[in-house]
């Protein structure tokens, strides 16, 4: 381990002014022997190191007090020097002044040229203006900048130009704060507004810049920042707004002149140098005679007289909708903008006119944008503004002759209300509770949008056309949802009839509102439906050919009591009426066999789900597939009296026979007749072509139908 004499060696070796970190480097190489004893020296000149450092940051924070006190001091005293500066050059002034002021008025020279003379010399110098009136001035301007002797402390800077600024963020066109710029023959200065004035000061030094570093651009004016220039400077650009577009142009032609002269070397050229008329106006010869100082403006008069003067809302035109569109005060905008377009209508062209025109022009396309915004949906803006949002944002739009547009967005808004809406219907409980949830909400949706709609664009019928088609669409997207949902290999045709029933339903409480969408509806289903009533039609003439397979012409039996109790039970909630009568007396059982009792209760559902899913597209399949279905049951009825040896029971076969075509079968012609509002002729010929069945004999032959529309 190090000792204390070591370490101080150490740092003498360290400190010396003639240390070589090579050479202490290869006397340590020869020294150590071993990775170790290097490891130990490197170990003591790092603690040396640390221990240099917590030194250091001890003296800094013992000292940063005083530190920060002695830098106030020195602030204060350099203040109190430039108020003193300040002082003494008012008093010159004031004894200069009082020294070539006579008791008449007029201007007495101290020298003894002449008139004349002083009047050649202003001359010259207005060509040829000397660098140190710009010098002058910059040191009267630098009296007011704390920090500003940095600035005059450069012998031969003199100052071009100068004005307020607002510095703006560069990213978003926001105002950060303002400051005072400088431009000088060879750097730009900065300085911020000060918030305690004190005495003169009113300026705070923050950069200054070499020309020779920096570029300053023109910005074109758009919506959010007008009269700027960028300000090319590392590391950073940065953005000013000036006053007016003058006052930029002044800063441009000032900043190419001070360039200009940086090809001289920062001093100007005999012949070649003119500073800006704005910064220090002369007196010319003819103003001799003149001790006021007044120039004749009888041109400038005549120049005024050819300009129109604007009222003075239509100058603040600007900044008024500026107010109302940051207050969304949009009502009050846009009526200020047609005011604005009246007036500026019925006054003659001119300069001020165009830039009014301009401002309107401008402010206008804001606003739209703003109430674009207002209908536009995203996904980090709530929907929960209401109807009553849009529809002013469209009455405004409405206003400024945005009509289609405003349509257009007011569609879209309500698709993503309508579509934001079904999508949070949550998938619980069965396949038709979900589905008619669905419904709910998405018919709910369209009905507002409808009558939305038609208070927005009331009595234009010309519109019209853009909801249906809008309203298309969105049957479109909705049915490819219930595809998913209801339409697949695993849904039951019960299933799928409840909600088609369902969906018809609620379309058709729209068309009594005068929005037709059943008709789309069952477009855009049918292929669906007709794929759903064939797979029905297809699994019900299946299972009859096996049922009768195993048909033994035995009546059916039940289990026990409560067994026919269930039976005769079934038999009413399908519709039939009298099924005691089908009982065998003190028994249990039925004059029906388990093949007739389980075709007639499922033909009786079969036929309530198909007639839900009947429409104008689907009534050929239905009607088809009613009738197909129970004439396979007939036809193995009838196979099996006149082929099958030995023959059934005749009273057996007039049994079954009589329950089918007395009460089946009117069973299902009453219901259609209820469904579609007219008969099906094709069930009542099958009643005609069968009755003899009922005698329970095998009767006469009877020709087969060779017409195949008859099933």
Request: proline letters at 4%; aromatic letters at 6%.
């Amino acid at each position: 381990m190090a000792t204390t004499q070591d370490l101080g060696l150490l740092t003498r070796k360290l400190g010396a002014a003639d240390y070589d970190p090579s050479r202490y480097v290869s006397e340590i190489s020869q020294r150590c022997v071993g990775g170790e004893e290097v490891l130990a020296q490197r170990k003591v000149i790092q603690g040396l190191s640390d221990d240099t450092n917590n030194q250091l940051k001890k003296n800094v924070y013992q000292n940063y007090s005083q530190f920060i006190e002695t830098a106030k001091e020195i602030s204060h005293v350099e203040s109190d020097m430039f108020r003193l500066s300040h002082m003494i050059t008012e008093q010159r002034k004031m004894l200069t002044g009082l020294l070539e002021t006579s008791l008449l008025g007029d201007r007495v020279p101290l020298t003894h040229t002449t008139v004349e003379a002083e009047g050649k010399e202003e001359e010259a110098e207005e060509v040829m203006p000397k660098p140190n009136q710009g010098r002058q001035e910059l040191l009267d301007l630098m009296e007011k900048v704390e920090g500003g002797r940095e600035v005059i402390q450069v012998q031969g800077r003199f100052v071009l130009y100068h004005g307020d600024l607002v510095e703006m963020d560069v990213s978003d066109n926001s105002a950060l704060h303002r400051v005072h710029g400088y431009l000088c023959n060879d750097a730009l200065v900065l300085a911020t507004w000060l918030r305690e004035k004190r005495g003169p000061v009113r300026f705070q030094l923050s950069s200054v810049a070499p020309l020779a570093s920096l570029a300053m651009v023109n910005v074109r004016d758009l919506a959010g920042v007008k009269h700027a220039w960028k300000l090319l400077v590392p590391p950073d650009p940065r953005l000013f707004q000036c006053r007016d577009d003058e006052s930029k142009k002044a800063w441009l032609a000032a900043y190419d002149e001070a360039k200009a002269l940086q090809k001289t070397g920062g001093q100007p050229q005999p012949g070649t140098f003119t500073r800006m008329e704005s910064l220090r106006p002369k007196r010319k010869h003819a103003d001799v005679a003149n001790p006021f100082g007044e120039e004749d403006d009888d041109e400038e008069e005549v120049v005024a007289a050819a300009e129109v003067e604007l009222p003075e809302w239509l100058v603040e035109l600007g900044d008024s909708l500026d107010v109302h569109i940051a207050q969304r005060e949009f009502e009050q905008a846009v009526e200020l903008l047609g005011e604005a377009g009246r007036e500026l209508g019925a006054t003659a062209s001119c300069a001020a006119v165009e830039e009014a025109r301009a401002v309107v022009a401008s402010r206008k396309a804001a606003l739209t944008q703003v109430l674009r915004g207002e209908l536009t949906v995203t996904p980090e803006k709530s929907l929960q503004g209401g109807p009553r949002t849009a529809r002013r944002a469209v009455a405004l739009l409405c206003s400024l002759d945005r009509s289609r547009e405003a349509r257009d967005l007011l569609l879209a808004h309500r698709t993503a209300v309508l579509r934001h809406t079904v999508r949070n219907v949550r998938p619980e409980g069965s396949t038709v509770v979900y589905v008619q949830r669905l419904a709910a909400a998405f018919f709910q949706q369209t009905a507002e949008a409808a009558r939305e709609f038609d208070k927005c664009f009331p009595g234009q019928q010309t519109r019209c056309s853009a909801l249906l088609m809008w309203a298309e669409e969105e049957v479109e997207w909705f049915a490819e949802r219930l595809d998913k949902q209801v339409f697949n290999s695993q849904s039951a045709v019960a299933v799928v009839a409840a909600c088609v029933a369902f969906l018809r339903k609620q379309a058709e409480r729209l068309v009594a509102q005068g929005l037709d969408l059943l008709f789309m509806l069952d477009a855009r289903l049918q292929a669906s439906v007709e794929k759903v009533v064939m797979e029905a039609r297809d699994k019900a003439v299946e299972a009859i050919k096996l049922r009768w397979a195993e048909e033994r012409w035995e009546e059916h039996e039940c289990s026990g009591r409560q067994g026919l109790e269930k039976a005769l039970a079934e038999l009413t909630a399908a519709g039939v009426a009298g099924s005691s009568g089908y009982v065998v007396e003190e028994t249990c059982r039925l004059t029906l066999t388990s093949n007739t009792l389980t075709f007639s209760l499922a033909y009786l559902h079969l036929a309530d789900h198909l007639l839900q899913l009947f429409s104008p597209g689907t009534r050929h399949l239905v009607n088809e597939s009613l009738v197909s279905v129970l004439h396979s049951h007939l036809r193995h009825l009838e196979a099996a009296v006149r082929s099958q040896e030995p023959p059934p029971p005749p009273a057996m076969v007039a049994a079954q026979a009589a329950f089918i075509l007395d009460s089946v079968l009117p069973l299902a012609e009453l219901r259609y007749s209820e469904r579609t509002q007219v008969e099906c002729p094709k069930l009542a010929k099958l009643h005609s072509n069968y009755c003899w069945l009922k005698e329970g004999s095998r009767g006469a032959s009877v020709a087969k139908y060779s017409d195949p529309n008859y099933v």
